[in-house]
């Protein structure tokens, strides 16, 4: 009677996690970044004006899981493809990562770091990568070892309160 009970009760429990797993169909790159950036349409989603143009910090803490890229970096990636596929023109979107704290080290060049062409091909279509220089030093990140492109400003606050004052917003994802 009890391992009947606590089947039940599995079930029900398990039942609407398994309803809840993500699907990946319908996802693709591009069509800036074909690597990566994956994004769905949105076929009943209300058109962006045409007149639209986004100027967006990214502010990402967060290192990469071993062996993976760093999630908030594909982040900026799937916004620019998802808004050029919905019609957006790619120079009406300029894209800033400001990263600190653990991240930092995922702006380091070499063999180990996953993120690297990911954040090469970003560079090479205009988006900028900024460090946080408290990050750096507390981290014992030298500035001769970032991959090549990538900005450094005294901290990442001051990098964020100067984007403002240029008319970026921060996405918080």
């Known amino acids: 009677m009890k391992h009947a009970l606590a089947l039940a009760l599995a079930t029900l429990i398990a ?3 398994s309803a809840q797993q993500a699907s990946r169909e319908g ?6 970044f074909d690597e990566f950036g994956p994004h769905a349409p949105v076929p009943t989603a ?3 004006p045409s007149f639209s143009r986004f100027e967006i910090a990214f502010d990402v803490a967060t290192a990469a899981d ?6 908030g970096f594909e ?4 916004f620019m493809n998802m808004h050029v596929a919905a019609g ?3 120079d009406r979107i300029k894209l800033v990562v400001v990263v600190h704290g653990r991240a930092a080290g995922d702006l380091v060049s070499g063999e180990g770091n996953v993120s690297e ?3 090469q091909a ?8 900024i460090l946080c220089g408290q990050s750096a030093a507390a981290r014992g990140v030298n500035p001769d070892e970032l991959i090549e492109g990538v900005e450094m400003q005294l901290s990442a606050m001051t990098a964020h309160a100067l984007l403002q004052q240029q008319g970026y917003t921060v996405n918080p994802f």
Do not use: K, W, Y
Request: glycine share 8%; proline share 11%.
């Open 15 to 17: 039942s609407p996690l």
């Open 27 to 32: 996802f693709a790159t591009g069509p800036v």
């Open 46 to 48: 209300e058109p962006i």
């Open 66 to 71: 071993d062996g993976a890229r760093n999630r």
């Open 75 to 78: 982040s900026a990636a799937r």
């Open 88 to 90: 957006v023109p790619e």
């Open 117 to 119: 062409a990911m954040i």
């Open 122 to 129: 970003m560079l090479d279509r205009g988006v900028r990568f």
